[in-house]
């Protein structure tokens, strides 16, 4: 069994934890805030990169295991697609205001794939 999908959604979202990690640091440096508290600007990246790395892991090993035991091609894509405007407009709605429909979207979509991704394992493994 080789992996054909999954790969592709993990070096995309390699990139993208990379990209919202960036800024950070610099931005430690300019407030001279090397741990937490006190600058909005900094928690809400700090957060929002924190975010990405508490579910995306997670929802790409999903991914990763329902492509082992199987599972369509479409299905994958379609849910690695979602997953990453999930984890976009998360991020984005996250630094624009903290709160909103965005991160809600996000939210809520990001939790749906993951949830999809194991009953899509199960069905495969169970019949």
């Not at 849910?79 to 996250?94: E, P, S, W």
Request: contains cysteine.
């Amino acid at each position: 069994m080789t992996f054909e999908i999954t790969p592709i959604f993990v070096a995309i979202f390699l990139v993208f934890g990379i990209a919202i990690a960036f800024p950070i640091g610099p931005l430690r440096g300019k407030v001279d805030i090397h741990f937490w508290g006190g600058e909005p600007r900094l928690d809400r990246l700090v957060r929002g990169h924190g975010n990405f790395i508490e579910y995306v892991p997670f929802a790409l090993l999903g991914m990763a295991t329902a492509e082992l035991v199987g599972t369509s091609a479409d299905f994958l894509i379609g849910a690695g697609t979602i997953l990453l405007v999930a984890r976009v407009l998360h991020y984005f709605g996250l630094q624009v205001s903290g709160v909103g429909p965005a991160r809600l979207i996000g939210t809520v979509a990001t939790m749906l794939v993951t949830l999809s991704l194991a009953c899509a394992i199960l069905w495969r493994v169970i019949t």
